[in-house]
């Protein structure tokens, strides 16, 4: 049994896909698994990932710094420079529509592959560069259809909160 880590985020739904926004305070030069060595301008990241199941240990896993690097991401934010500042959920998105919606707003892949190395759908990566000053509203996936709402956690506010979406 794990010790409860106080900055999970609660609410999160069961399975869908989700974003982690990701703040590189400075560049980094990461060894990659198999991607190999890949280097990070300091800036914000989305992070896109999907949970059939489990999504909110899945999260915590991300959140927690100390474990053993099993995924791509493990590698970046295992890194003192990385830090998880938010993340959003969505049930009726997968993790590849989350990747083209961050490229679609001037989001770019700077490690080509990163984070999708099971892709179908031939993303770049599915960590896309967001830029060195990052503006939440720039790239906001539009307002959800499906009754069930985007939840969101930021650190900073420490606690979780349901975005209602604007019409
Ligand atoms: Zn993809």
Redesign the pocket.
């Known amino acids: 049994m794990e010790h409860s880590n106080p900055s999970v985020p609660r609410k999160l739904p069961a399975a869908g896909a989700y974003r982690l926004t990701i703040r590189l305070w400075r560049p980094v030069r990461l060894s990659v698994g198999r991607l190999g060595r890949v280097s990070l301008p300091a800036g914000a990241y989305y992070y896109c990932g999907s949970a059939r199941a489990n999504l909110p240990a899945r999260v915590a896993r991300h959140l927690r710094r100390a474990k053993k690097a099993h995924w791509h991401i493990d590698h970046l934010l295992g890194h003192p420079a990385a830090e998880a500042i938010e993340v959003r959920a969505w049930t009726d998105r997968?993790?590849?529509d989350l990747?083209a919606q961050a490229l679609g707003s001037g989001g770019r892949a700077v490690a080509v592959g990163f984070g999708?190395s099971d892709?179908?759908?031939?993303?770049p990566a599915?960590l896309i560069y967001m830029g060195k000053t990052h503006r939440q509203s720039r790239s906001q996936p539009r307002p959800s259809r499906s009754p069930c709402e985007p939840v969101t956690w930021s650190r900073r506010q420490g606690r979780t909160r349901s975005k209602q979406p604007s019409a």
């Open positions: 997968t993790e590849c990747a999708s892709c179908r759908r031939g993303c599915h």
